[in-house]
């Protein structure tokens, strides 16, 4: 009698054991099937939350050349996060306001003149002439660190871009910009170099 009450409580535990072993394989089925779900999902979700935060930090405002129109400046569509627009000329301003510490921006907004020089927005397209050749480590670098081309030795990025507030996105954050950069489309347009502070004497007369 007592071997009898023995296999049947072995049994009864063995019993509890594949049913404890069942519910796990089931939930780890579950948990594998949600990741997959998740992973099909990653890169258009991804790409979606890349258009909106370029959307609302403001990249459009300084990469995009405006034109005026009738409610003010507008976005010219053609010419999307491609930056200063390569045949736009840029006349002698007022150099003492300069001097006494002001700034001012060019008509189309692409360009910044200040104490440092000559900023030009840069083209943000997937043209060679933009970030056609960019990884994404190095989009990061030059957010996270203000390197031009995110490159480590590479200069710092110049006035007004404000990359000390884009660093404190996360990497997903910046990958998810990197991905959507990539697949708008691609304007072929080699922005200017800066202009230095000693070259603005010898820009063109208005």
């Not at 258009?51 to 009738?70: F, N, Q």
């Not at 996360?170 to 922005?191: G, H, R």
């Amino acid at each position: 009698m007592k071997v009898i009450g023995n296999l049947a409580c072995i049994f009864i535990l063995f019993s509890g054991l594949l049913l404890i072993t069942s519910c796990n394989n089931h939930k780890y089925e579950e948990v594998k099937e949600k990741k997959e779900e998740k992973a099909a999902m990653t890169l258009a979700d991804s790409i979606k939350r890349g258009e909106y935060l370029i959307a609302s930090i403001g990249c459009t405002d300084c990469h995009t050349p405006k034109r005026m129109g009738e409610r003010g400046p507008e976005d010219m569509p053609d010419m999307f996060l491609a930056g200063h627009p390569a045949d736009a000329k840029i006349s002698q301003m007022n150099m003492d306001a300069i001097k006494k510490g002001w700034s001012m921006f060019s008509p189309n907004f692409t360009a910044t003149v200040g104490p440092w020089g000559i900023s030009y927005a840069a083209n943000l397209t997937p043209d060679d002439t933009g970030l056609g050749s960019w990884t994404k480590e190095q989009f990061i670098t030059a957010i996270r660190e203000g390197k031009y081309k995110g490159q480590k030795s590479g200069r710092d990025l110049l006035p007004p871009m404000p990359w000390f507030n884009f660093a404190k996105l996360t990497d997903e954050d910046l990958e998810s910009m990197f991905k959507y950069l990539q697949t708008i489309p691609a304007v072929n347009n080699a922005v200017p170099p800066p202009t230095t502070p000693d070259q603005l004497k010898n820009l063109p007369k208005a």
